[in-house]
Structures are given as structure tokens and as C-alpha cells.
């Protein structure tokens, strides 16, 4: 059905430019492959007024598959889309309950941080898990025993500050960007405990008792919130590191996911990290997944936690079954938010040219998922038959171990990129 109606879609395209006012509007925007809202013999061409760069991003809204029903909420929410707020040291923009309303487990943060530039020190009531986008960074932290942990972190390093511990990011000479992920949809980095604003709003005679200082001493603290600020670079971490009378932590709160071997798929390959392996991440699992072009992250539900999922490159879509009549088809890309509640059914399709890759995040100390397949392979054949109507060479390849990621099928054809 995906690639036929792929198909369709162009087609419709190349004869939607028969109407004059759709061929002017998509010429003057320079978008002469904008989708039409066609499918099959369903839908019509859409004349505009358009938003031809969000048609082109969304194909499965525009038209969606037949098979879609009911009334599924958005699980979608681009970065794009967040308000950023522009500091002097880097930027931040936020996805939480208030810009996806179904994301009541989990929010996020995409963060840039220019050389030198710092996050104010401070804490919050959410554990916060974090990948190092791009660049690189210094993270400081103590935990609840005076325990120092000082770590550069680089691409494709994670880091795990635990609720309540106080902790501080500085970028290094080439500035850095970075995703944070919190246990709470609610969750917002524009009120968290800023170590600034707690002095700004002390007793100065306070101040000075709990510090055994003279007054005078707090005369220059900042009267508003740092929050993100430049700053020079750091030393190196050795001239940077403060010696603990106290021993280290004892589970490092950095990862080096890429040193990791990944489980390899026929349609690409995933990292698990959870507790058990990155034994801080107490309280976050995630999955680090690469799916192949033509590949397909296996149909799979998880049984104990949402999913909130971050695109870091390549396109796809993926299908949520929510029971009942309900099954809605959402379109990614890098940089977006997607979103499964528990226990709906879904994949996701790499439907564009390029590897897709992108992030799996549960509030659960170990990663857990059902995967359909596996299912059907495991039990009584005649029971499958039964309910599927399958041949019995077709139960007979089901496989007994997950797939995670499937290749592209061999019988199909494999469907062209999207339009755009
Ligand atoms: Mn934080
Ligand atoms: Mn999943």
C-alpha cells in the first residue's frame, strides 16, 4: 500500500500543476513537489492557501493511509516549534506538557551552549538524562555524600544528574549543542533551583552566618538570574579537577555510548542503555536506534512506560494503534519530538534516502518492549491461523528472536523518497 500511494502522491503532484493557481503559488515558493491531499481515489488537490514546508514535512497528515482512524492526540512536536530563549552564552528551547500535551511522562531540552559558555549552576526536582549532540562540554556535579564528578563529555557521550543533585555544564573551545531528557512532562528549565537567584533572595546577615564572612564579602552576587551566560573556555579537566576528601561516586555519571557495540539488525542497529549498563540512569532507559533506508523498526508495543522519542537525522513515520478503531500515521524528522503513550502498538519506517537515527526514552530503570512477531512465533501455530488466516509458510518464518529493526522486505518494492 506505501509505496502505491507514494506513487499516487506524485502523481497527483505533477497533475495538480494543471491548476493555475496552485502551479503559481507553488512556483513562487519555489516548491513545485509539494504532496496533494490524494490517496487512491480518495481527496482532491489542495488550491492553497498552503503552508507547502509543513505539507511537505507532514505527507501522513496530508493524506493520510486508509487504514488511519479515530482520534489519536498529536504525538508530534518539532523543536522548531518551541520559543527559544537567546541568551549571551548559547540558547535553549524546550518541549514539555504545555507544547505536547499527551507528553505527561517525559520533556526535553535542546540546548546550545557557544565556547565557554555556561549553565548556570543549579538543580531540579526531575532526574535528567543528556546526549552530547555536538561538540563537547565540562559537567560538574556532587551528589548527596559531597561527592565530586567532573567529566568532559564529547559527541555522542551521555551524562545523568539524579534528582536534586546540584550540577552545572560549561561548553569547550568548539561550543556545543545537547539534548536533556527529564522524568517529567512537566518540567520546565525556565524554573529551576539557580544557585544565583537562591543568594539574590537570602538575608545578606544569612549570607554571612552560614558562610562565617563578613557582609561585605556577598556585596557583588548577581541581583537576576545567569541562567546561560559567556564565559572563557576552561583549563584542561586535570587544571580543573578539586580534590575530594570524600572518594568518588561510585557509578560515573557519564556513558560512552558509541564505544558500545551495538545489537545488530537486518535493518540496522540499536544501543540499549539502561541500569544495567549505565548504572547512574537509575531511573531513565533509552534506546539509540539506526534504521537503514528501506528499513523498518519492527511492529512492538512496551508494556511498562511511554515512549518519547527524539529524530536526530533521516525522515520517517510511524503508526500508533491505541485499541479500538484508533491508529493515527505521524511523519519525523531531525530535530523532532515524537511521542507513544504505553502499550500502543507501532514502528517506525525509514521512509526517506538516508539513515534515520533516533532516540527511545522511557522513565523505567530497564528497557523493556513486546515485539509482535516474536509473539505469533512462540505460540501454538493452529492459534495464529486461526485468528490471521496466514498460510502456513508464512507462520512457519515467523521469527523466535526480535527482529528490532527489519530490512526492507523482499518481495515489495522498494518505494521512492518522499516527495521534497
Ligand atoms: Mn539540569
Ligand atoms: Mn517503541
Not at 89 to 106: C, D, F, H, I, Y
Not at 275 to 302: D, T, Y
Request: with cysteine; net charge negative; charged share 20%.
Amino acid at each position: 500500500m506505501n509505496p502505491m500511494s507514494r506513487r499516487t502522491m506524485l502523481a497527483a503532484t505533477a497533475a495538480g500543476g494543471a491548476l493555475t493557481a496552485s502551479t503559481t503559488l507553488a512556483q513562487g515558493a519555489g516548491q513545485g513537489d509539494v504532496p496533494q491531499p490524494i490517496r487512491g481515489n480518495t481527496g482532491g488537490t489542495d488550491p492553497g492557501p498552503r503552508n507547502a514546508a509543513a505539507d511537505r514535512d507532514n505527507p501522513d497528515l496530508l493524506a493520510p493511509p486508509p487504514t488511519d482512524a479515530g482520534d489519536i492526540p498529536n504525538l508530534k512536536w518539532p523543536f522548531s516549534l518551541s520559543h527559544n530563549r537567546l541568551q549571551d552564552g548559547g540558547w535553549a528551547r524546550q518541549v514539555t506538557v504545555r507544547e505536547l500535551p499527551v507528553s505527561k511522562a517525559m520533556a526535553g531540552v535542546d540546548m546550545r551552549l557557544n565556547p565557554g559558555g555556561i549553565r548556570e549552576l543549579h538543580w531540579h526536582k526531575a532526574d535528567e538524562w543528556s546526549l552530547m549532540l555536538n561538540g563537547s562540554a565540562r559537567i560538574t556535579c556532587i551528589d548527596e555524600n559531597g561527592r565530586n564528578f567532573i567529566a568532559d563529555v564529547k559527541q555522542g557521550d551521555l551524562w545523568y544528574f539524579s534528582s536534586g543533585l546540584p550540577h552545572s555544564i560549561q561548553a569547550l573551545q568548539d561550543g556545543c549543542e545537547f539534548l536533556l531528557v527529564f522524568d517529567d512532562g512537566d518540567f520546565s528549565e525556565d524554573n529551576t533551583f539557580l544557585i544565583s537567584q537562591w543568594f539574590a533572595h537570602l538575608p545578606k546577615p544569612v549570607l554571612a552566618k552560614n558562610f562565617n564572612e563578613p557582609e561585605s564579602a556577598f556585596a557583588n552576587i548577581p541581583q537576576k538570574q545567569l541562567y546561560i551566560f559567556a564565559a572563557p573556555v576552561p583549563p584542561s579537566l586535570q587544571a580543573d579537577t578539586v580534590a575530594d576528601p570524600n572518594g568518588p561516586v561510585p557509578n560515573p555519571f557519564v556513558f560512552r555510548m558509541m564505544d558500545m557495540q551495538p545489537v545488530k539488525c537486518p535493518g540496522g542497529s540499536v544501543r540499549i542503555v539502561d541500569s544495567q549498563v549505565f548504572k547512574a540512569s537509575a531511573r531513565i532507559a533509552a534506546a539509540f536506534v539506526e534504521i537503514e533506508p528501506g528499513g523498518m523498526r519492527e511492529l512492538h508495543w512496551h508494556p511498562l512506560a511511554d515512549e518519547w522519542q527524539y529524530y536526530i537525522s533521516g525522515r520517517a513515520r510511524m503508526t500508533v494503534f491505541a485499541s479500538g478503531n484508533n491508529s493515527r500515521t505521524f511523519d519525523y524528522q531531525a530535530g523532532d519530538v515524537g511521542y507513544v503513550p504505553r502499550a500502543m502498538g507501532h514502528y517506525i519506517e525509514n521512509t526517506g534516502d538516508a539513515p534515520v537515527r533516533y532516540l527511545e526514552m522511557f522513565v523505567a530503570p530497564r528497557y523493556t518492549d513486546v515485539s509482535l512477531a516474536q509473539w505469533l512465533a512462540l505460540i501454538p501455530p493452529e492459534l495464529v491461523k486461526q485468528h490471521l488466516h496466514l498460510s502456513d509458510t508464512v507462520i512457519g518464518r515467523l521469527q523466535k528472536q526480535k527482529q528490532l529493526v527489519v530490512g526492507s522486505s523482499q518481495s515489495a518494492t522498494s518505494p521512492p523518497a518522499q516527495p521534497g
